[in-house]
């Protein structure tokens, strides 16, 4: 009882001192008892989780479905390229756990491959329609799916800078079309995408699963400008905050967002404008494909809303660009190798 006396004592005394730091342990102490309590496994087991990964061809939702995979979950993919498709599938299949083998009948249907659009309505229904007939609904949709651009938009228009000018001085009609095209493609891939799964899978999620939860792999160049990635960054951008607008429209499913920086992978070769890469060694350098994938699992089960990766760069380069946007923009252009004149 002395001691306890004692200890109250000495946390009054403390919180007498310092106020500002005995606040925020006790705001953080809250926030971690609170995501406790939300912990999703406990109303919907791993067994029993009906997951949708849109964009499981290759990267990081490859890496997201065989996470799911080996904890057991029932497990969709997509993509539109059905080879790689069916090795993600046996890859899924081979990492069950022995045990998941005994708990249904139905294990074929346990791991599900549709090759499809994720922007293309009917692709979608079609998906929707399958998963309502084989699971009888939804739990989780994890949209990873997305295409990059890699080049200067005034070159994408055929102008190139010779010192302090373009070659040719103007654009012409062609150059402003390919443009257009790119753009579109960007937007196609990037935010159509996410919008048509969107209004497919709230409905389903919302009357199918009794903790309905909708993850985005967005990426740090949704919030932070790049010097080449101008197609990338605002198409980026239109989908987190579709999603961020549609989280307040629906409550009831919980939404998260993952805002990466670099991923190791090919995620280069999916540019819809074509043209050189600059950066050095782009594809070894960068975040591990699983760790982010069991991040975006951690996320969905403790109900986390936005996390960048990794975290204190994310949250430096995504604040600093607001507080000396001038010296962010030197930094974009050291990382991306970008030389305006
Ligand atoms: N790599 C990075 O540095 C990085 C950093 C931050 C954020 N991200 C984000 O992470 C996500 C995945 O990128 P990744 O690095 O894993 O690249 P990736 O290996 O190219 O994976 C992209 C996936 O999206 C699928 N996909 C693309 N367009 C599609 C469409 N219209 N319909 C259906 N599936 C489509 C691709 O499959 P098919 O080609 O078979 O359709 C592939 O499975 C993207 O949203 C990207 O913006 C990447």
């Given amino acids: 009882m002395d001691s306890l006396t004692a200890a109250l004592s000495s946390v ?17 102490v809250a926030r971690r008892l609170w995501r406790l309590k939300l912990r999703r496994l406990r ?43 069916n090795l993600v599938a046996d890859e899924c299949a081979n990492r069950f756990p022995k045990i998941a083998a005994t708990w249904s009948s139905d294990r074929q249907d346990r791991v599900l491959a549709f090759s499809g659009d994720f922007s293309k309505a009917e692709d979608m229904l ?14 989780t949709l994890i949209v990873c799916a997305g295409v990059s651009a890699l080049r200067p938009l005034l070159e994408v228009a055929g102008l190139e800078r010779v010192g302090g000018a373009f070659v040719p001085p103007q654009v ?6 390919r443009t257009v095209a790119a753009a579109s493609a960007a937007i196609q891939g990037n935010y159509l995408g996410p919008l048509v799964c969107a209004v497919i899978f709230i409905p389903f999620l919302s009357t199918t699963s009794r903790a309905p939860s909708i993850l985005l792999v967005s990426s740090l160049a949704a919030v932070v400008p790049a010097p080449t990635r101008s197609l990338y960054t605002s ?4 989908s ?20 990466p920086g670099t991923v190791e992978g090919d995620f280069r070769a999916s540019a819809v404008d074509g043209g050189r890469v600059r950066e050095a060694d782009p594809n070894k350098h960068g975040l591990k494909r699983t760790v982010v994938a069991k991040r975006c699992m951690d996320m969905i089960d403790n109900g ?12 430096v380069a995504h604040f600093g660009y607001w507080l ?14 970008f030389k305006a004149h």
Avoid at 172 to 177: A, L, N, R, S, T
Avoid at 324 to 337: I, M
């Fill in 43 to 85: 109303t919907l087991p791993r067994a029993h989780e009906r997951v949708l990964v849109l964009g499981a061809s290759s990267g990081i939702g490859r890496a997201i479905a065989h996470e799911y995979a080996a904890a057991g979950a029932r497990i969709c993919i997509v993509g539109r390229r059905e080879n790689e498709l």
């Fill in 324 to 337: 000396a946007p001038s010296l962010f923009e030197w930094l974009a252009s050291r990382k991306y190798d």
């Fill in 235 to 238: 198409s980026k951008a239109s």
């Fill in 304 to 315: 986390e809303k936005a996390v960048f990766m990794p975290v204190w760069y994310g949250r």
């Fill in 172 to 177: 012409d009609v062609q150059g402003v079309q």
């Fill in 126 to 139: 079609a998906v929707r329609d399958n998963l309502e007939q084989k699971w009888g609904g939804l739990d």
């Fill in 240 to 259: 987190l905050l579709l999603y961020q607008s549609l989280a307040i429209e629906h409550p009831s499913v919980a939404f998260s967002y993952i805002i």
């Fill in 12 to 28: 009054r005394v403390t919180a007498a001192r310092y106020p500002l730091l005995v606040t925020l342990a006790a705001l953080l």
